[in-house]
């Protein structure tokens, strides 16, 4: 779903206005050099316009493979270049800081995994319980949780079964999860009938 909303802003931001009258099979590398200059010059960030020229390359590919095309120009434009902010990351002291601090949340757990085993928000907000095998110390991650526009939070499969791989799940945060399942126990019986079956996982 994420990654259609990228890619339906592009098209709809940048290449269609720009494009969308253009014959594709008369479409020219020259073409599209004057368009991501445009972009340029109207003060499109570079990722932005580094994600609108993948989409057309993408978009030509599968042209091609329909038979519509026979090559992709776009592929003789070259990238804009994207400086990446790599961030600093944190040193062993800095963690320890971070987690004493956060030790009291109800979403220390969370914490934990995030900064052990370096799951994404959105696939530790999608672990089950059923996933975590406590007594061989190793998880399984198959579901992650994504914003949809018009539904909300939604609970779905992960993208590839690369990302579904049981891994490894260290004691210190097999002990994190163990009390968060317990916390958990305590806020289903606090509220009682009022309990959202949807919320009955990490």
């Not at 368009?35 to 960030?45: D, I, Q, Y």
């Not at 026979?70 to 994207?82: E, G, I, S, W």
């Not at 990446?84 to 963690?95: M, V």
């Not at 220390?108 to 061989?136: P, T």
Request: with cysteine.
């Amino acid at each position: 779903h994420n990654t259609y909303v990228k890619y339906e802003s592009k098209v709809r931001l940048y290449l269609m206005p720009h494009l969308g009258q253009k014959s594709l099979v008369k479409l020219t590398p020259a073409q599209i050099r004057t368009f991501m200059a445009g972009l340029k010059r109207e003060k499109v960030g570079a990722s932005t316009r580094f994600e609108v020229l993948r989409v057309l390359r993408n978009a030509l590919n599968r042209a091609i493979r329909e038979e519509i095309l026979t090559r992709n120009v776009a592929l003789l434009v070259d990238m804009p270049k994207v400086s990446k902010d790599k961030g600093t990351a944190w040193n062993a002291r800095e963690a320890i800081t971070f987690l004493r601090a956060v030790r009291a949340h109800r979403l220390y757990a969370a914490c934990v995994l995030v900064l052990v085993l370096g799951l994404r928000r959105s696939e530790v907000l999608g672990l089950r319980w059923q996933d975590i095998d406590f007594e061989a110390r190793q998880f399984t991650p198959v579901k992650q949780v994504q914003r949809v526009k018009g539904a909300g939070l939604v609970l779905k499969d992960l993208k590839t079964e690369s990302s579904q791989a049981v891994l490894p799940l260290p004691e210190f945060c097999a002990r994190a999860l163990e009390e968060r399942r317990e916390l958990q126990e305590l806020e289903r019986k606090i509220a009682g009938e009022h309990w959202s079956q949807e919320l009955d996982h990490d």
